[in-house]
């Protein structure tokens, strides 16, 4: 631990008790060198670290359980700020909080000890190859022998797993069953490979975890059920909004970058309507447009919140319902129909307030579009467009797997 990451930790712990003890510290150091590490292609080992020592990995646990008692509006409202900071952290803890609120859901008091002891939860879930996406038709598999269960698979997209102290694994047992399963990330058989190549996200440990003939316990099995029947009616909304919650933080970054890069311009364009560019109208408009969809992406995001946690609500109650599950998905899925497409023109009009030397890569500000690119790739808005346009004109439900 450096020890600019142990002053960080102490401020934190001398504000413990608030819901917000310590954010201001843990986001300001993490910001700090968030450029840096991403033109240098660091992976942020310490920052994903310092957020679970500081007790935000818990921040969905309630209060009587040892967490902060977070709604899944106030959840992503830091998953904004945090994002804002790096999206490449914000993105590493997406299983880990998606996790925490299933352990709540269930009350799986072993694995809240571990949320409240600081571990992070990763992921192996998705496959490639000839498995359609979003199906759980897994080549993965558990199988029981005369020494126990044992797991045998190959998974890739493992985003956080490369940080993570237990995967959450999904795999086909007999009868046409899927059971999900933690194990911990060093235990004998499993290898987690940093083989993710993105273009952006690039440090998020969205590759290959391989597991070969890995022991399994009875008491590591979180879930086991048919292989068609749905998930909570919250879990995949929840999921999908926090790629959102990521783009609204980048979006953020935009806005502010594409400020200061205005306020350090000592010289413009001979024909520009203005001698200095912090007094350019053309500059300033283009500016308060970035400004203008940061907002409404935050307001998005923490709106459609509100309906995935009516969903939550509605499971934990044990009443849900199609109707609260829907609107769910439609708040999720048009949020990003929506932020896919202006978010990427936002990061491409950032270049629009400098001359050539914005895309130097000192100022490494492509950084932001190639992230939220890549986020938006993670399941295709013209998909998701045209369900809600089916549901709108025919009531034709939308689909249910993974992505919605």
């Known amino acids: 631990m ?10 934190l712990q001398q504000h413990e008790g608030s819901p917000h003890a310590g954010r201001r510290e843990l986001l300001s150091w993490i910001a700090a060198g968030a450029a840096e590490r991403e033109r240098a292609n660091v992976s942020p080992f310490e920052q994903v670290k310092a957020v679970a020592d500081a007790g ?3 921040l969905a646990l309630p209060v009587d359980r040892g967490g902060r ?36 859901r269930g009350g799986h008091e072993r694995w809240l000890d571990e949320v409240r002891a600081g571990k992070v939860f990763g992921n192996a879930i998705s496959e490639t190859g000839t498995v359609a996406a979003g199906n759980h038709d897994f080549t993965t598999t558990l ?35 899927v059971a999900t399963v933690l194990v911990p990330v060093d235990r004998p058989g499993v290898e987690v490979v940093d083989d993710w ?34 998930r909570a009616a919250a879990d995949v909304p929840f999921l999908q909004l926090y790629l959102q919650a990521l783009m609204a933080g980048i979006l953020r970054s935009v806005a502010a970058d594409a400020a200061a890069l205005v306020r350090s311009r000592t010289r413009t364009f001979d024909h520009a309507p203005a001698p200095e560019p912090v007094d350019d109208p053309i500059l300033q408009e283009t500016v308060g447009r970035l400004v203008s969809t940061a907002w409404v992406a935050e307001a ?64 490494n500000l492509d950084r932001h579009w190639r992230n ?33």
């Open 2 to 11: 450096t020890a600019e990451r142990e002053g960080t930790i102490r401020a």
């Open 56 to 58: 935000f990995g818990a």
């Open 69 to 104: 008692g977070a709604s899944i509006r106030e959840l992503l409202a830091f998953v904004i700020d945090l994002a804002e900071a790096d999206p490449i952290v914000a993105h590493v803890l997406r299983t880990h909080y998606s996790q925490t609120l299933g352990f709540v």
């Open 143 to 177: 199988r029981e022998t005369a020494d126990g269960w044992r797991l045998d698979g190959v998974k890739y997209y493992s985003t956080g797993t490369l940080y993570s102290d237990w995967i959450s694994v999904a795999a086909r047992v007999e009868g046409d069953r």
């Open 197 to 230: 190549d993105g273009m952006g996200q690039s440090r998020t440990g969205t590759g290959t975890t391989r597991f070969t003939d890995v022991p399994v316990a009875p008491e590591e099995f979180l879930t086991v059920r048919p292989r068609h029947e749905p």
């Open 300 to 363: 998005g995001v923490l709106a459609a919140a509100d309906a995935v946690q009516a969903a939550e609500d509605a499971v934990r109650a044990g009443e849900p319902t199609e109707e609260v599950g829907r609107a769910a998905s439609v708040a999720a899925s048009a949020v990003k129909v929506h932020l896919d497409r202006v978010a990427a023109d936002a990061a491409t009009a950032l270049f629009d307030v400098g001359g050539a030397s914005a895309s130097s890569r000192a100022k």
């Open 372 to 404: 939220i690119r890549t986020l938006s790739l993670h399941n295709p808005a013209s998909y998701r467009a045209t369900a809600l346009g089916r549901l709108a004109i025919s009531g034709e439900d939308l689909p249910r797997n993974g992505y919605f």
